[in-house]
């Protein structure tokens, strides 16, 4: 199988874990994965932050690493890519209110083309106005988001991840596992396993 042409629309203080591990992770297997932020070009860096969970009521933030961009958003053509990757953290919260930036995320969902979305991702698909009758996972905070929009909030825990048709949520990046795996699994990649063998 050849790999997929895969979209990832990031902005400065996404989350660090939700940005670099499944750009990095889809890479590995094979998938040619764009990486691109409103008004920024290939080689511009965004700021990343990381967020944990201390004991506070809500999550820490602090900062994180510069994560390259590797394509120019102004150049790219949404019908050329299978599938579609938005991380959380901050960005999701501005990004929404970029014309361009709407009308792709409305692009993969009338295409039905696969969709992985973490997070505080909810918030951008909220504005994009994608999440009705659907069923959608995110931090815990944009569960109002998400049935304002008209989506069906996944109650599920922090490890966990769900797939409604195209889409695939988790609530944040303790799910990687399992939000990657269904992730790969709708793209309709593989992986087989085969035993190491010692060396003479």
Known sequence: MSGKRILMIVGDFGEDYETMVPFQALL???HT???VCPGKVAGDTIATSIHD???QQTYSEKRGHNFTINTTFAEIDCSTYDALVIPGGRAPEYLRTDERVIELVRYFFDAEKPVAAICHAAQLLAGAGVLKGRTCSAYPACRVEVELA???YADIPI???VTDRNLVS???WPAHPAWLSQFLA???T???HSGLRRAA
């Open 53 to 55: 969970f201390e004991g």
């Open 159 to 161: 490890d966990g991840a």
């Open 170 to 172: 988790a609530p944040a």
């Open 190 to 192: 593989t992986i087989s």
């Open 33 to 35: 994965v764009h990486a």
């Open 186 to 188: 709708v793209l309709g």
């Open 28 to 30: 590995a297997v094979g």
């Open 150 to 152: 008209g989506g069906v």
